[in-house]
């Protein structure tokens, strides 16, 4: 399957915590992204990594990529309860105009 | 900001019926992605468009059809609706064109339709 495949997919936390979600793949990419999805509400995007970095960072996330293992995590640092949702990533494959979304971690972060 | 604009946050039809889920976007993006989202599978790609009147199916457009007749609007019918197509429609935007690969997409509120 080309789709990026998180773990877990499930995390509960404390709040002031950090969080860590992973995202595995299999085919070669551009770009990887990470997406939030409050309850009910559409995706919003949070980072995008080339597949030539190796880190970014953006407010209290931190991103890698390893494009040898093919894996990416995604770090949220000292975590709020506002953090709660579900966080995808998404492919962005070579040649093409798709998107390939993975199934998801839903985070809770408990006050 | 962009806005992606889904003009239904739920709905309810009937078996057989044909339904039109809208969604307009005011940034002039020239792709526009419908994809539905069930528990478990993440988001799925049902049809795009990179242009006016331009469509490509995605990996699930049996049952769908689309309208890209402006450019800031992208339709997605049901021609005859069934209950398997309960779920989660997200209507998404992005830039395109030349060094532009690297965009980020722009998510709709999404639609929850059910089907009886």
């Known amino acids: 399957s080309q789709q990026g495949e998180e773990d877990p997919q499930a995390l509960s936390i404390q709040e002031g915590e950090n969080a860590t979600m992973n995202c595995s793949y299999k085919t070669s990419i551009n770009n990887l992204q990470w997406y939030r999805q409050n309850s009910g509400r559409g995706l919003v995007h949070l980072i995008l990594i080339r597949s030539n970095e190796r880190e970014k960072h953006s407010g209290r996330l931190r991103v890698t990529l390893d494009t040898s293992k093919k894996s990416s995590s995604l770090l949220i640092t000292a975590s709020r309860a506002a953090d709660t949702a579900s966080y995808f990533c998404?492919?962005?494959?070579?040649?093409?105009?798709?998107?390939?979304f993975g199934a998801g971690t839903r985070l809770f972060v408990k006050a | 900001d962009v806005k992606v604009t889904q003009s239904s946050r739920y709905l309810v039809k009937r078996t057989g019926e044909k339904v039109f889920l809208e969604c307009v976007q005011d940034m002039d993006h020239e792709n526009m992605f419908w994809y539905r989202q069930d528990p478990g599978l993440g988001l799925r790609l049902i049809y795009f468009s990179y242009d006016v009147k331009m469509k490509e199916k995605g990996d699930i457009p049996e049952g769908y059809s689309v309208s890209r007749e402006k450019k800031e609007r992208f339709s997605l019918i049901l021609e005859s609706a069934s209950t398997n197509q309960t779920s989660m429609y997200l209507c998404?935007?992005?830039?395109?064109?030349?060094?532009?690969?690297?965009?980020?997409?722009?998510f709709g509120d999404g639609t929850r339709l059910s089907i009886l």
């Open positions: 998404a492919l962005s494959l070579l040649g093409g105009f798709k998107t390939i």
């Open positions: 998404a935007s992005t830039l395109d064109g030349e060094g532009k690969r690297d965009q980020p997409q722009h």
